[in-house]
C-alpha cells in the first residue's frame, strides 16, 4: 500500500512539475496556477465553494494567488484555464468559432443525446440562427399578455390569502407554467405537474456524478428525459396534424414557429430536433428566471427603500390600467426602475456562474499559452464582484444600470458575443410580469433572516425562502 501511496505522491510531484515548468511549441508558458488532485483535480473546491455559498471566493483567491487574467486549474475531468476579467470575457464571447466553440460537460451530453449544444455543429448552428427570431423582442410582444393572465392564475393559486409561502418553489412553478403554456401551449395544471417531475430528475441529473446506475441521479435524468422527449414527440405530432387541419395557430406558441420555419434551403426541422429544442429551452429558461425572480424576493424584504421604489413604479402602472385589463408591451416598458433592481440582483447573484469553451486551436493569451483542446472558462463574477468594474460590489445599487450602465463585458449574467442567452429578453418579461404581481399585491419579511445561500450550481436560498406575507387592502 505504501508503494502505491509513495508512487501515486511521485506523479502527482512531477506532474505539477511539467506543468510548472511546461513551455510550448512557441515558448509561451502555461497560465499560473494548480491542477489540484490527480482525476478530480480543483473540482470539488470549485463545487464546494459554492454550495457554501461564495462561488466567487474560487475565482478570486486564485486570481490574487497566480494572475488577475487567466490561471490555470482542472475542474470536471479537464484542464482547464479561468478567464478572468472584462478582457477575459470579451476574449472568449468575441473569438466563438475562431479560438472556442462551445463545451459541455459529458453529463449534459448523456442526457441530452442528440443535443444541439453538445453533438452536431450544423444543428448549433441552425438551431443559433433560428431561436433569435423566435425570441427577439418583436416575435415576444404578444406573449406579454400571456404571461400576465398565467402569472394571475399563478399568484391566485399560491400566494393569495396565504399568511406564509415558500417562495422557490413557488418561483419554479411560475417560470415552468409559463414555459409550458408559451413553448408547447400546456396550461393546466394538472398537464403542468405531470410534467414538472420528471423535469426537476432531469435537472438534477445535469449537475449529478455522470455514474449511470440504477437508481443514480444521473441514471433517472436520463430516464426522465427519454420520457419528456417521448411525451414531446408525441405533442409535436398532434401540432402537426392540428395545424395541417386549421385547428392549431401558426403563431399561437414557439412549436408551431418551431414547426413551421425552415432553413436557408427550405428544409424544416425533424420532430425528435424540434423535441430537443424546445427541451433545451426548458431546462435553459427555467431554473435561472427562477432563481432570479426568488432572489429579487430576498433583495426587495432586506431593502425596504428599494421595494418603496419598485412598489411606486408598478402601482404607477397598475393604475393606469381598466380593471382586469391585461398587461401589455408598452407597460412592461415602462417598468424602468424594476428592471434595474432585476439586472443588480442578478449582478450580485447570478443565476449562471459562468460556461465552458473549448480551445480549438494552440494561441496565446496575454503571453500565456492555451493549448488546443483545453476547455476554458468565464465567470460572471470575476467581473460583478469585482471593485475594479463596480465600486463597493457587495453594495445593492440599482442605480449602477442607469444612464449607459456598466461598462461593455462587465455585467454578463446572459454572456455575450454568438452564445449570448438568445432567452434573454423572454426572461426580462417574465421576470417583470412576477415584480408586477408580486409587489402590487403584497409586502412580505423573511422568516429566516440571513437565510443560508447555496449554489448548486444555480443560487438558491438553502430553505427555499420562506416569508410572512402582508397583502396590500385593496
Ligand atoms: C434570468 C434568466 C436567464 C439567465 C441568467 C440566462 C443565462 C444564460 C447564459 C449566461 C447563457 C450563455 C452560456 C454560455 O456562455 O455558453 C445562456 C444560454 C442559453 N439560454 Fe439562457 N438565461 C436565462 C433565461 C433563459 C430563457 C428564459 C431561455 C429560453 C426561453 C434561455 C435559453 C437559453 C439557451 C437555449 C441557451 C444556449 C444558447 C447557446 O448555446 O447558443 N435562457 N443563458
Same mark, same amino acid.
Given at each position: ?31 499560473? /496556477? ?6 478530480? !483535480? ?31 486549474? #482542472? ?12 478582457? !477575459? ?16 460537460? &459529458?453529463?449534459?451530453? =448523456? ?12 444543428? @448549433? ?26 402569472? +394571475?392564475?399563478?399568484? &391566485? ?72 422527449? =417521448? ?7 398532434? +401540432? ?16 408551431? #414557429?418551431?414547426?413551421? &420555419?425552415?432553413?436557408?434551403? !427550405? ?16 431546462? /435553459? $429558461? ?14 426587495? @424584504? ?21 380593471? !382586469? ?31 465552458? +469553451? ?8 496575454? $503571453? ?30 440599482? &442605480?449602477?444600470?442607469?444612464?449607459? %450602465? ?9 454572456? %455575450? ?46 430553505? /427555499? ?10
Amino acid at each position: 500500500m505504501e508503494v502505491l501511496y509513495m508512487s501515486l505522491f511521485c506523479l502527482f510531484v512531477l506532474s505539477s512539475l511539467y506543468f510548472l515548468f511546461y513551455k510550448t511549441k512557441a515558448g509561451a508558458r502555461l497560465p499560473p /496556477g494548480r491542477t489540484g488532485w490527480p482525476v478530480i !483535480g480543483e473540482s470539488l473546491e470549485f463545487l464546494s465553494i459554492g454550495w457554501k455559498g461564495h462561488p466567487e471566493k474560487f475565482i478570486f483567491d486564485r486570481m490574487a494567488k497566480y494572475s488577475p487574467t487567466v490561471f490555470r486549474t #482542472h475542474l470536471l475531468g479537464e484542464r482547464a484555464a479561468v478567464f478572468c476579467g472584462a478582457a !477575459g470575457n470579451k476574449f472568449l464571447f468575441s473569438n466563438e468559432n475562431k479560438l472556442v466553440q462551445a463545451w459541455w460537460p &459529458a453529463s449534459v451530453d =448523456k442526457i441530452f443525446p442528440s443535443s444541439t449544444q453538445t453533438s452536431s455543429k450544423e444543428e @448549433a448552428i441552425k438551431m443559433r440562427k433560428m431561436l433569435p427570431n423566435i425570441l427577439k423582442p418583436e416575435a415576444l410582444h404578444r406573449y406579454v399578455e400571456i404571461m400576465d393572465h398565467i402569472a +394571475r392564475r399563478h399568484f &391566485a393559486d399560491g400566494w393569495d390569502n396565504k399568511k406564509e409561502v415558500v417562495v422557490f418553489p413557488l418561483a419554479k412553478n411560475y417560470t415552468f407554467w409559463l414555459a409550458c403554456r408559451l413553448f408547447v401551449s400546456i396550461e393546466d395544471p394538472a398537464q403542468v405537474q405531470k410534467f414538472a417531475e420528471p423535469f426537476n430528475l432531469l435537472a438534477s441529473g445535469l449537475i449529478s456524478i455522470p455514474i449511470d446506475l440504477p437508481g443514480t441521479p444521473f441514471n433517472k435524468g436520463i430516464k426522465a428525459s427519454n420520457f419528456v422527449r =417521448k411525451e414531446l414527440v408525441a405533442i409535436i405530432k398532434q +401540432r402537426k396534424l392540428d395545424l395541417a387541419d386549421g385547428k392549431a395557430s401558426p403563431t399561437q406558441d414557439i412549436l408551431s #414557429h418551431m414547426l413551421l &420555419a425552415t432553413d436557408d434551403s !427550405g428544409k424544416s426541422m425533424h420532430e425528435l430536433d424540434i423535441a430537443d429544442k424546445i427541451l433545451g429551452l426548458l431546462i /435553459g $429558461g427555467h431554473d435561472t428566471a427562477s432563481s432570479a425572480c426568488a432572489f429579487i424576493v430576498k433583495y426587495l @424584504a432586506e431593502l425596504p427603500h428599494i421595494y418603496d421604489r419598485v412598489y411606486h413604479e408598478q402601482m404607477g402602472i397598475a393604475r393606469s390600467k381598466a380593471a !382586469g385589463e391585461l398587461l401589455k408591451w408598452e407597460d412592461v416598458q415602462k417598468m424602468k426602475y424594476s428592471w434595474n433592481v432585476a439586472c443588480e440582483v442578478m449582478r450580485m447573484a447570478p443565476p449562471l456562474q459562468g460556461a465552458f +469553451r473549448e480551445a480549438l486551436t494552440d494561441f496565446t493569451y496575454n $503571453g500565456f499559452s492555451i493549448p488546443k483542446g483545453w476547455k476554458l472558462y468565464w465567470s460572471a463574477n470575476s467581473t460583478h464582484k469585482n471593485p475594479e468594474f463596480f465600486a463597493e460590489p457587495m453594495k445593492f445599487e440599482p &442605480a449602477r444600470f442607469e444612464g449607459s %450602465g456598466p461598462a461593455p463585458y462587465t455585467f454578463v449574467p446572459f454572456g %455575450g458575443g454568438p452564445r449570448m442567452c438568445p432567452g434573454k429578453e423572454y426572461a426580462r418579461l417574465e421576470i417583470l410580469v412576477f415584480m408586477h404581481h408580486l409587489v402590487t399585491r403584497f409586502k412580505w419579511e423573511m422568516l429566516i433572516p440571513n437565510e443560508t445561500i447555496v449554489v448548486d450550481p444555480m443560487p438558491i436560498p438553502a430553505k /427555499g425562502l420562506p416569508v410572512r406575507l402582508f397583502p396590500h387592502r385593496s
